[in-house]
Nanobody
Framework: QVQLVESGGGLVQAGGSLRLSCEASGSIFSFNPMGWYRQAPGKQRELVAT?????????NYADSVKGRFTISRDNAKNTVYLQMNSLKAEDTAVYYCNYVEIRGGTFRDYWGQGTQVTVSS
């Protein structure tokens, strides 16, 4: 079983920065992908950024956050981070940490409880 606990959300003015953290516990393997998703009121959950370290470090970002957000991962601490700079009002959402367990060709998603990010304009 995997548990994910996010922290670091809050209220920030437009143009400001926040850093989200997600600590994973349980059966965690560094070669499995982790990432951040977000869900704004009335909208579907969407990908923000993902990171894999199975064969080198590879990251993927939504177009809307490229150049402003940076995802990183500390495998020794089983923690993934999301540094968010130049925040905009449209970044307001609940941000969810995600861990994908890949085992025997099957995929299982684990989610954190979410952390609220509110950007005031």
């Amino acid at each position: 079983q995997v548990q994910l606990v996010e922290s670091g959300g809050g209220l920030v003015q437009a143009g400001g920065s926040l850093r989200l953290s997600c600590e994973a516990s349980g059966s965690i393997f560094s070669f499995n992908p982790m990432g951040w998703y977000r869900q704004a009121p009335g909208k579907q959950r969407e990908l923000v950024a993902t990171i894999t370290t199975a064969t080198g470090r590879r990251t993927n970002y939504a177009d809307s956050v490229k150049g402003r957000f940076t995802i990183s991962r500390d495998n020794a601490k089983n923690t993934v981070y999301l540094q968010m700079n130049s925040l905009k009002a449209e970044d307001t959402a609940v941000y969810y940490c995600n861990y994908v367990e890949i085992r025997g060709g099957t995929f299982r998603d684990y989610w954190g409880q979410g952390t609220q990010v509110t950007v005031s304009s």
